[in-house]
């Protein structure tokens, strides 16, 4: 096996590699920057995704490739309005018609073709060398994007049968997307950027968040595959709620890593958490430096990674700080 | 029966409590008694929304919860509002929105339902707002306009709008004050803008400040 694939898999199985896994969150936006690609074309074109993602991966080597165009992938198969930028991300303009609201198939809506045939480009470039993996939006945050932000907050504490209809909508859809990325030789990686400690109480997500993406959790197992978890913000007081999930890799925003690490004990895999700010702002050196830090306060069961996805214009000597940190 | 005063207590309680049905049925109450209404406004659900903006400041109040205790603001400020006949005495008219390229509206929402409650009137510009926008809405006579952004990529349209503004000769007449996570005093300062503000709670503080020095 070659090493970057060896070592994720040592750690998973328990057996923390002396070289420690690295993987900062370059995704679609700053790949296609490096390359000098527009963001609009690499989030809507599989050929140029995969390929803007093969050459970040060959220019940092770091130990996982993540095919991810935006957040809105999912959401805009199922009818929503989505608009393109040329240079950022897209975003959600319009939820899907209530109406009629349905799965949709990732074999031929929307952009989830695009992202399963990226998927097998990069299958097809990466081989078993390195992990690959596709990432999936999280129930609570698609839900929240079919019914529409507000509303879905605004009835989360008083309008259960609402809620629930959203996120066993948004259930339905991530069931047969996280089958189709598994035929398609990709991992699901779950993010649920919604289901924030910043947005919602533990009290909420474990009600709501938890249960659903304790059931991705157990499906994507079903494929064989290992589960991540992503979420975004202050996610310290549900910490030990997403270890509940199953997830073997749960990935954090800003938080104190050492104090995580605390509260979940030694076994469960951490992954991130250098900030994006300081990605895109600060020096190598002090990148460097809050990745050395991470490093020490999360102990051998970690993968050294970003806040959240590394923002598009960050500096590419910011980038390779952190995976360097992590080799020497 | 409760004195006046215990029962607008009662409005900012139910309100804090997030009931909208109790809320409206005090609400009926006030109007059944010839309370006035607009002390009902500010004593009662006013008063109860800066309760909920302190629970959220300490996190013991999240986003739904403030959402659900605005509903419960507004379903007594539905029924109060007839009483008071034409539209409610304002304090002053402000525009929000958050800068183009930036969907991020959770914030700024919850800015518009504690200016609101405070007793202003906000012209919601709504979210991915181009600057022409902003200086239209100062154009039209909002004596303040808060500009949102929650992205490192998009802060520098918060200096664009200020800078519109000031081509415009609306500044410094219309008052601009910002917010979002990335933002801070520093940058407020740098780019010209009157103030900053953290969460909802000081956004009120700093709005009630500005409009009423001027
Ligand atoms: C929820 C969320 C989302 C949701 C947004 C839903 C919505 N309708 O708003 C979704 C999932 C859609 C999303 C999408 C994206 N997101 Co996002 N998101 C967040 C998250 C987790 C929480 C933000 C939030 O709502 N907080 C809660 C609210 C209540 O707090 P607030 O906004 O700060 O508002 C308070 C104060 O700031 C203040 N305030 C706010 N506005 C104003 C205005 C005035 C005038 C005043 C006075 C005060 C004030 O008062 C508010 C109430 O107290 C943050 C993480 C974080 N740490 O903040 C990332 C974050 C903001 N997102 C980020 C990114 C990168 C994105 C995406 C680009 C991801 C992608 N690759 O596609 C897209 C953006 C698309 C776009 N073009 O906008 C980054 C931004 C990094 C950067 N460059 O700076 C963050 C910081 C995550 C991170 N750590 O990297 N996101």
Redo the contacts between chains.
């Keep these: 096996m070659e090493p970057a694939s060896a070592r994720v898999a040592a750690l998973l199985a328990g057996n923390p590699p002396e070289d420690r896994v690295v993987f900062p969150m370059v995704v679609a936006d700053h790949a296609a920057r490096l390359a000098r690609v527009k963001v609009g074309e690499a989030a809507t074109d599989a050929e140029t995704l995969a390929r803007v993602l093969h050459a970040a991966w060959q220019r940092y080597r770091y130990d996982m490739v993540m095919v991810f165009a935006d957040t809105v992938v999912e959401a805009e198969a199922m009818g929503a309005v989505v608009?393109f930028?040329e240079n950022?991300n897209a975003?959600?303009?319009e939820p899907p018609d209530d109406a009629g609201l349905q799965s949709a198939d990732p074999e031929c809506d929307g952009r989830l073709p695009m992202m399963l045939a990226a998927t097998r480009m990069l299958k097809e470039l990466l081989g078993d060398r390195v992990p690959l993996v596709t990432s999936i939006k999280g129930t609570f945050t698609l839900a929240s994007f079919l019914a529409g932000?507000?509303r879905f907050?605004?009835a989360?504490?008083?309008e259960p049968g609402t809620v629930r209809r959203y996120l066993d909508l948004a259930h339905a859809n991530q069931t047969r997307y996280i089958a189709a990325i598994v035929r398609a030789g990709g991992i699901p990686f779950i993010g649920d950027p919604v289901a924030s400690g910043s947005?919602?109480?533990p009290q909420?997500f474990r009600d709501l968040a938890l249960p659903y993406l304790a059931r991705l959790v157990d499906e994507i197992h079903a494929h064989g595959c290992w589960a991540g978890l992503h979420i975004c913000g202050d996610a310290m007081d549900i910490i030990t709620d997403m270890a509940a999930t199953g997830a073997d890799v749960l990935s954090v925003d800003d938080i104190d890593l050492a104090e995580a690490r605390r509260r979940l004990g030694p076994e469960v895999i951490l992954m991130g958490n250098v900030s994006t700010?300081l990605v895109?702002?600060g020096t190598p050196g002090e990148v460097g430096e809050a990745a050395r830090q991470c490093l020490a306060d999360a102990g051998p069961r970690f993968i050294l990674s970003t806040a959240c996805d590394v923002?598009?214009?960050s500096p590419p000597e910011n980038v390779q700080a952190i995976v360097d940190a992590a080799r020497s | 029966m409760t004195d006046p005063g215990d029962l607008f207590a009662l409005l900012a309680e139910a309100v804090a409590a997030?009931k909208p049905d109790r809320v409206a049925n005090l609400a009926r109450q006030v109007l059944e008694r010839k309370l006035s209404p607009d002390k009902a406004i500010t004593e009662g659900l006013a008063a109860g929304m800066r309760l909920v903006g302190e629970k959220y400041a300490s996190k013991v109040?999240?986003?739904?919860?403030v959402?659900?205790a605005s509903?419960a603001m507004y379903a007594g400020f539905d029924i109060l509002r007839q009483a008071l006949g034409d539209e409610p005495k304002r304090k002053g008219r402000v525009a929000l929105g958050v800068v183009r390229?930036d969907?991020h509206?959770?914030g700024k929402?919850i800015v518009k339902v504690m200016v609101e409650a405070a007793g202003f009137e906000v012209v919601d510009l709504g979210r991915?707002v181009p600057v022409a926008e902003f200086v239209r809405a100062a154009d039209q006579g909002v004596e303040l306009v808060g500009i949102s952004s929650l992205m490192?990529?998009t802060m520098p349209r918060m200096a664009d709008v200020v800078k519109a503004l000031d081509r415009r000769g609306l500044r410094p007449q219309t008052r601009v004050v910002i917010g979002g996570a990335?933002v801070n005093a520093m940058f407020a300062e740098r780019i010209g803008a009157d103030t900053w503000a953290p969460n909802a709670h000081s956004a009120v503080q700093a709005i009630e400040e500005l409009l009423s020095a001027s």
Excluded: C, R
Excluded at chain 2, 61 to 65: A, I
């Design positions: 608009e930028q950022d975003f959600l303009v932000m507000e907050l605004g989360v504490l008083d947005l919602i109480s909420v700010q895109q702002g923002p598009a214009g | 997030m109040y999240f986003v739904p919860e959402l659900l509903k390229g969907i509206d959770i929402n991915n490192t990529t990335p």
